[in-house]
């Protein structure tokens, strides 16, 4: 199975902050990468998928780049709603894999 | 819309079994799978197996061959995940997901989750 990584685990950042949170899966795995948010209490939303494509409806705020093994999720301007877990995921073989989350809280 | 909506809560003693069913709406059912995800108390997301709507086939994660059945029945678009030999590390919100185009492992709309508790 690949294995994602996530770093920072957690976070705490401001209102206005620009936000980027980094994955690394342990083999190549091209642009098969995905990115979803998570609150307490609620299920996963699918932010990002294809590394860099957003999934209708996301705030332009989010982005994703990278290739490869190597990849990023940045909030150009994290807002009060942006404060939760987010997950990466490698949708390149099966089974589909998620990095371990960071959690994203209030400075 | 999309929605994907999931049986209540359960409690069940070890050893027991476990249904979940994941009621869909708003899209041809048949045109996507659904996959399983698991996540324990304050742990990550665990994919647990995959169905196609279309013709029922099935992959599921290597740890749960065995003890996991997922099925559909087309004519309620319900999709069903059944775990058996329940354990205490068993015990997590379960959660089905449709895939966003066909065996993409992209999931775009999400149930809201059945607790389901393993204790004696």
């Known amino acids: 199975d690949i294995q994602m990584t996530q770093s920072p685990s957690s976070l705490s950042a401001s209102v206005g902050d620009r936000v980027t949170i980094t994955c690394r899966a342990s083999?190549?795995?091209?642009?098969?990468l995905n990115w979803y948010q998570q609150k307490p209490g609620k299920a996963p939303k699918l932010l990002i998928y294809?590394?860099?494509s957003l999934q209708s409806g996301v705030p332009s705020r989010f982005s994703g780049s990278g290739s490869g093994t190597d990849f990023t999720l940045t909030i150009s301007s994290l807002q009060p709603e942006d404060f939760a877990t987010y997950y990466c995921q490698q949708s390149y073989s099966t089974p589909p894999t998620f990095g371990p989350g960071t959690k994203v809280d209030i400075k | 819309q999309v929605q994907l909506v999931q049986s209540g809560a359960e409690v069940k003693k070890p050893g027991a079994s476990v249904k979940v069913s994941c009621k869909a709406s708003g899209y041809t059912f048949t045109s996507y799978g659904i996959s399983w995800v698991r996540q324990a108390p304050g742990q990550g997301l665990e994919w647990m197996g995959w169905i196609s709507a279309y013709n029922g086939n099935t992959n599921y994660a290597q740890k749960l061959q065995g003890r996991v059945t997922m099925t559909t029945d087309t004519s309620t678009s319900t999709a069903y995940m059944e775990l058996r030999s329940l354990r205490s590390d068993d015990t997590a919100v379960y959660y089905c997901?449709?895939?966003?185009?066909?065996?993409?492992?992209?999931?775009?709309?999400w149930g809201q989750g059945t607790l389901v508790t393993v204790s004696s």
């Open positions: 083999q190549s795995i091209s642009s098969y």
């Open positions: 997901a449709r895939e966003r185009v066909v065996r993409s492992e992209e999931f775009d709309y």
């Open positions: 294809a590394a860099s």
